[in-house]
């Protein structure tokens, strides 16, 4: 008698009464078709032929390089960042409360740990928060906005996440509706942080592009948005402008009179604004400096005063890159209160984002203050963190530059230089022979033959004809000279392979 545990001969599968194969109730031609839309090129398949070449290394098999170096990911502690002391202490404390009478740990380090267990349920990073967050890290978080920007920001409009994705995703959730021309159209930049083309997809919600000027240090030109809004219209209803400052893949940061000119356009648009903000410590080039959209806001006065704005930040970037402990929040700006509700019942879902990430985030919004026993350890270890990335940013777009068929921006801030490269075009019809994008066939071939991972531009988008990948800055400067050093090797043999 067959088990219904066993295995069909056919497609594995359990077999049915009388040895017959069962049907799948879930192929992938019933499956989900807004899931199968779904691509994130930061995670995609030339970063799981990087993991395999990984393994392959470890089995002894030849390679003509003796390491992967994965540079399609900002995630600084597994290029070797060491983690900011004082927040490790604090997260050890609160995950083991009995070391709260230990004074080899520093009395600052120990007193904010009690007032976040103090906030938790039990007095237990174990127990579940409120699933907008626990309420004093949610107060802690309004007290840093109003240091920032100067203006009051109200716990209640504060949602703590699992890292800004998420958050990103709630938001973009309840802005879609309709079909037709009545669906949704969400404006993304063009090239793009992959997390928002994949969000859109699963939502069923209409791609609305805008380009960066390249030729410009991937400004943002507001002309662009206005072609961008006026040609949407015909086929959808934009309702929502994303905008990423500091850029991610791209690295430029917003001056105050653009952020100001994106406000007003958003108004006049009647458009719902996202900032996407987790970058905001990473300022790199001179004469940048981080300006919030709820503070050019607030200063624009009462005539733009009712603007719908969720803007967001995280954990994982910053001089902190603590991507694996996934903490992030929202702070929403002039939402109608009935729809907050309907936020706060969305969010509750989920029961609570991990608390430990929310912890991590009271830290940034927290750190030790002039005269607290940490406070010069700390700013010792944040302030060299971010000279270091600097020196990076500087030298990678520099050594890209000083490469034939190379041209990149400056990375005036974040953690990426998005170059472009101008390949062959014996390269080109060869990529398209295969079925690949002329920049997937370059980064796989990059891949195999120098050991570096990148992202192909094509997973960001760009425009027609241009070709690019993200990189990042984050591998430690040994580790870094290793990567110039073969990947100019590597492009300088491409050209010649290809050569017209």
């Avoid at 599968?13 to 839309?37: E, F, H, W, Y």
């Avoid at 070391?99 to 904010?112: I, K, V």
Wanted: proline content about 7%; hydrophobic content about 35%; charged content about 20%.
């Amino acid at each position: 008698m067959a088990s219904h545990l066993g295995n069909g001969p056919q497609n594995g599968g359990p077999l049915g009464p009388a040895g017959q194969t069962r049907a799948k109730v879930l192929t992938i031609d019933s499956m989900n078709p807004l899931v199968k839309k779904v691509e994130y090129a930061v995670r995609g398949p030339i970063v799981a032929r990087a993991t395999e070449l990984e393994k392959e290394l470890e089995r002894g098999v030849p390679k003509p390089f003796k390491q992967v170096i994965k540079a399609n990911i900002g995630d600084a502690h597994a290029m070797g960042q060491k983690p900011i002391t004082f927040l490790r202490q604090v997260i050890s404390l609160c995950v083991n409360p009995d070391l709260l009478d230990n004074e080899s740990f520093p009395a600052d380090a120990r007193e904010r740990a009690r007032r976040i267990l103090q906030g938790c349920k039990g007095g237990s990073l174990g127990s579940y928060s409120d699933s907008v967050g626990v309420e004093v890290i949610r107060k802690g978080i309004a007290a840093y906005i109003e240091r920032r920007d100067g203006f009051p920001s109200d716990p209640d409009n504060i949602f703590l996440s699992t890292g800004a994705s998420d958050a990103i995703k709630n938001m973009v959730k309840l802005l879609v509706r309709g079909e037709g021309r009545d669906q949704t159209g969400v404006m993304i930049p063009i090239p793009q942080y992959p997390l928002y083309s994949a969000v859109v997809a699963e939502l069923d919600a209409v791609q609305v592009n805008y380009y960066l000027n390249e030729d410009n240090n991937w400004a943002l030109n507001i002309a662009e948005l206005e072609r961008s809004v006026k040609e949407a219209r015909d086929h959808c209803t934009p309702r929502v402008l994303c905008v990423i400052n500091p850029g991610n893949p791209t690295g430029q940061v917003l001056s105050k009179e653009n952020v100001q000119e994106i406000i007003k356009f958003a108004a006049r648009e009647h458009l719902f604004l996202m900032a996407d903000e987790v970058y905001q410590d990473n300022i790199y080039a001179e004469g940048c400096a981080f300006h919030s959209f709820k503070k050019t806001l607030m200063e624009l006065g009462p005539e733009y005063a009712g603007l719908e704005l969720a803007s967001f930040h995280s954990t994982s970037k910053g001089y902190m890159g603590e991507c694996g402990f996934r903490g992030g929040y929202m702070e929403v700006i002039n939402m109608d209160p009935a729809v907050k509700l309907q936020l706060k019942k969305l969010v509750s879902t989920k029961l609570c984002p991990p608390v430990s990430g929310q912890a991590t985030m009271d830290c940034v919004v927290n750190p030790p203050q002039p005269g607290e026993p940490s406070y010069e350890s700390f700013i010792k270890e944040k302030t060299a963190v971010l000279t270091s990335l600097a020196e990076r940013a500087k030298l990678v777009a520099e050594t890209f530059n000083s490469i034939e068929g190379v041209t990149c921006n400056t990375v005036q801030g974040a953690m990426y230089p998005f170059p472009r490269i101008h390949l062959p075009r014996r390269a080109v019809e060869k990529a398209k022979s295969l079925g690949q994008s002329p920049d997937g066939f370059y980064a796989l071939q990059l891949l195999e033959q120098a050991g570096i991972c990148v992202v192909p531009g094509s997973g960001f988008g760009q425009r027609e004809g241009t070709y690019h990948f993200r990189t990042t800055i984050l591998p430690q400067p040994d580790k870094l000279k290793i990567f110039m050093d073969a990947f100019t090797a590597f492009h300088n043999k491409f050209l010649q392979e290809y050569a017209d």
